[in-house]
């Protein structure tokens, strides 16, 4: 059983807007900070924006600030990442990742198996 599962990327002129959801199969409650990275081809992976589940305290890389919105529904296991004025330059593979104790900002124990977000010009 895949302990993550991504849904919500697509295609959006820039400018528009997707919301990724990430459904962790163990439970939420189990986890202490739950995370969004990106790959772009030819690039390194990036932390977009992570939250700790216990207190709901988020964290965003300073490209995604203001524009971003990491939130978390606990009676549904589920992570999401609202992206609103998409830029080209957000183009890549999401994915996310959870860690059951400490802090994911360089990533998590488990990882989803990633979803397409391509914005065009």
């Known amino acids: 059983q895949v302990p993550l599962v991504e849904s919500g990327g697509g295609s959006v002129q820039a400018g528009g807007s997707l919301r990724l959801s990430c459904a962790d199969s163990a439970g939420t409650y189990r986890t202490s900070c739950m995370a969004w990275f990106r790959q772009a081809p030819g690039k390194e992976r990036e932390g977009v924006a992570r939250i700790y589940t216990y207190t709901g305290i988020a964290y965003y890389a300073d490209s995604v600030k203001g524009r971003f919105t990491i939130s978390q529904d606990n009676a549904k296991n589920t992570v999401y990442l609202q992206m609103n004025k998409l830029k080209p330059e957000d183009t890549a593979m999401y994915y996310c990742?959870?860690?059951?104790?400490?802090?994911?900002?360089?990533?998590?124990?488990?990882w989803g198996q990633g979803t397409q977000v391509t914005v065009s010009s």
């Open positions: 990742t959870s860690r059951r104790l400490g802090s994911c900002a360089e990533g998590g124990d488990f």
